[in-house]
C-alpha cells in the first residue's frame, strides 16, 4: 500500500463557510501562499459558482500559487463544473471536485429523488468534467449515513466514469471511529477498480471526533485527507490539518508521509487566526497556547529533567521555540528556580526555599504569576527591570468623533508622547506607542476577558505580538479596558527588551 498521504487543504472553501470569517481576494491569496510554503498537496480554493467573490478568487489563486493542485468545488450540475473549469483556467495544476448526496436522508429529503436516479446523476456529472480536466474528483455526500453496499455502487460507477479521487464525507460528524474506517476498508474490498482511485477523507466534528474518524480512515486505505488550519469549518468544523499531521509524524510505525513542513504550523495557524478573527482556544492541540504549557509541579520537574517526560511531540517540530513553564500554585521548586534563572537569579538553596514560600502565597492570589512579580519576591522592583512604562493615557472617541490617543511611556528614565488616531481607542493608543518605540512589531493575537460579571469589574486583556520572528506575550487588568490594553501591549514590549 501507498504510504504518501496527500493534504487536501479546504482552509479556503469549508473554513471559510464560518459566519464572520470570510476573506477578501487579498486575504485569501495570504493564506493561499501561506498554505503553499506549508506543503499543501490540493488547495480548494472556492466555490466558484456560489459568488462573483468566490468565482475572482479562485482565479486570482490560480495565479498566485504554483505548487499546489487548485481545486474547485461544483454540484453535481453542469453549470457549476462550467462555471468552475472558467475560473481554474490559469491554474497550473487544476482538478474540479463534484459531487451529490448518497444517503437515504438526501435522496428523500434533499433531492426528491431514488438511488438509481442519483447514481446516474453522479456518473454524469464526472463525465461532464472530464471535458474540462483529468483530475476529477467525487464527493458522495453524507456518505457518513450511507449503507456500505449503496455507497460502494456509486463509488464504482464514478470510477468507471474517470473519477480520480473519491471522497467519502463523514458530512455531518456521526461516524464513530471504528464505523468510519470499517466504511473506507469496505470499499478498498468491495470496489472495482478501486486502485484507480484515490480514496480522501473529509470528517467533521459534531461530536468531536473528525481527526479520529480520519485516522481510521488512512489506517484503513484512504490516502487522502481533507482538512483546514485549526479545525475551522461549517457548525463544530472540520478535520484539523496540524492534528493528522503531527499523529502521522509521531507515530512512526504507520508509516504514512506527509509532504507537509511542520516547521509552518504555528505561524500559518496565526495567520488563519489573525485573518478569519477566530481565536484559537488555548488547550487546541498542537496550535493552542497551552499546548506545551506545564503548570502542574510533578510534570515541570520531569519537563525540565527531560522534555519527552510529558511531551510526544518536540515544540520545534511545529515551529515553537520551546516549551512553556507556567507559574501556578501547583509549580514546585524545580520550575521556580528554572525561571528564576532565565531572568538572571541563580539563588543558594535557603534563598529559593525562602522565595518559594512567598511565592506560593502569591500564587494563591493571582491567577498569573508574571516576570515581574517575581522580580519583586527576590528583591527588586518593577521600576528597575522594565524599561517601559506607561505614564499618562488619554484617549478621545464617541459616534460623532474620530477616536485620538495620546500616550506618555517612560523609555529609560526619558518621557516620550506620542498622539495619533485610529479606527477605534485602542488601535489609535497602539499606533502612539508604535511610533514611540524604536523596534518593529506586529500584533498577533488580541483577547480580552471579563474577569468576573458586571460593567464595574475588571477586564483582563491578552496580547501576543511578533519582533523578528518571535512571539512574546503580554497581559494586563483594569476596569478601564483601554487602559488594560495599553499596559498589555507595554507588556509584551518589556519582554523584547
Known amino acids: 500500500m501507498n504510504n504518501r498521504l496527500f493534504i487536501f487543504d479546504t482552509t479556503l472553501r469549508d473554513g471559510e463557510q464560518v459566519p464572520g470569517c470570510q476573506l477578501n481576494t487579498v486575504e ?26 468566490d468565482f475572482q478568487s479562485v482565479i486570482e489563486l490560480s495565479k498566485a500559487v504554483k505548487k499546489p493542485v487548485i481545486c474547485a468545488l461544483t454540484r453535481s450540475v453542469e453549470k457549476d463544473i462550467d462555471v468552475a473549469a472558467d475560473a481554474l483556467r490559469y491554474a497550473k495544476r487544476k482538478r474540479i471536485h463534484t459531487g451529490i448526496g448518497t444517503s437515504d436522508v438526501h435522496i428523500k429529503y434533499k433531492f426528491n429523488s431514488n438511488r438509481e436516479e442519483i447514481i446516474e446523476r453522479a456518473v454524469n456529472a464526472v463525465k461532464y468534467a472530464k471535458k474540462y480536466v483529468e483530475d476529477v474528483e467525487f464527493y458522495a455526500e453524507d456518505a457518513g449515513r450511507t449503507d456500505n453496499e449503496y455507497l460502494a455502487r456509486v463509488i464504482e460507477a464514478v470510477i468507471k466514469a474517470g473519477a480520480t479521487v473519491v471522497n467519502i464525507p463523514d458530512t455531518t460528524g456521526y461516524c464513530l471511529p471504528d464505523e468510519y474506517g470499517a466504511k473506507i476498508r469496505f470499499l478498498k474490498e468491495n470496489v472495482k477498480r478501486i486502485d484507480k482511485a484515490i480514496i480522501s477523507t473529509h470528517c467533521h466534528n459534531d461530536l468531536g471526533m473528525a481527526t479520529a474518524n480520519s485516522v481510521s480512515g488512512i489506517i484503513n486505505g484512504a490516502r487522502q485527507v481533507e482538512v483546514t488550519i485549526n479545525g475551522i469549518g ?22 504514512i508521509e506527509t509532504g507537509i513542513n511542520t516547521h509552518n504550523i504555528i505561524r500559518t495557524s496565526r495567520l488563519v487566526s489573525s485573518l ?39 515544540p520545534l517540530e511545529v515551529g515553537i521555540d520551546e516549551s512553556s513553564i507556567a507559574l501556578t500554585a501547583r509549580s514546585g521548586r524545580a520550575a521556580l528556580k528554572h525561571r528564576l534563572s532565565l531572568l538572571g537569579y541563580e ?21 498569573d504569576i508574571r516576570d515581574d512579580d517575581l522580580e519583586l519576591l527576590v528583591g527588586s522592583t518593577n521600576g528597575e527591570r522594565k524599561k517601559l512604562k506607561l505614564e499618562h493615557l488619554q484617549v478621545l472617541c464617541g459616534s460623532s468623533t474620530h477616536p485620538v490617543a495620546t500616550v506618555s511611556i517612560n523609555y529609560e528614565g526619558e518621557t516620550l508622547t506620542k498622539t495619533s488616531d485610529g ?16 523596534y518593529k512589531f506586529k500584533l498577533e493575537e488580541y483577547l480580552v476577558q471579563a474577569i468576573t460579571r458586571g460593567s464595574d469589574d475588571p477586564g483582563k486583556v491578552h496580547v501576543q505580538i511578533e519582533n523578528k520572528g518571535r512571539y512574546y506575550y503580554g497581559f494586563a487588568a483594569n476596569t478601564d479596558i483601554v487602559t488594560a490594553s495599553v499596559e498589555a501591549l507595554i507588556d509584551a514590549l518589556n519582554r523584547i527588551v
Do not use: C, W
Not at 493564506?31 to 456560489?50: C, T
Open 234 to 255: 461549517e457548525r463544530a468544523g472540520n478535520t484539523s490539518l496540524e492534528e493528522v499531521v503531527m499523529t502521522m509524524k509521531s507515530r512512526k510505525h504507520l508509516n
Open 276 to 314: 478569519m478573527n477566530m481565536p484559537v482556544q488555548p488547550n487546541k492541540s498542537i496550535v493552542g497556547r497551552n499546548a506545551f504549557a506545564h503548570s502542574s509541579g510533578i510534570h515541570q520537574d520531569g519537563v525540565l529533567k527531560n522534555r519527552e517526560n510529558y511531551e510526544i511531540i518536540d
Open 423 to 438: 479606527i477605534g481607542p485602542i488601535d489609535a493608543s497602539f499606533n502612539a506607542i508604535k511610533s514611540l518605540v524604536h
Open 28 to 53: 485569501k491569496i495570504e493564506v493561499a501562499k501561506a498554505l503553499e510554503l506549508l506543503g499543501v498537496d490540493i488547495l480548494e480554493a472556492g466555490f466558484p459558482i456560489s459568488s462573483p467573490g
Open 347 to 367: 539563588l543558594k538553596q535557603e534563598a529559593l526555599d525562602a522565595v518559594y514560600l512567598k511565592f506560593l502565597e502569591m500564587a494563591d492570589r493571582k491567577k
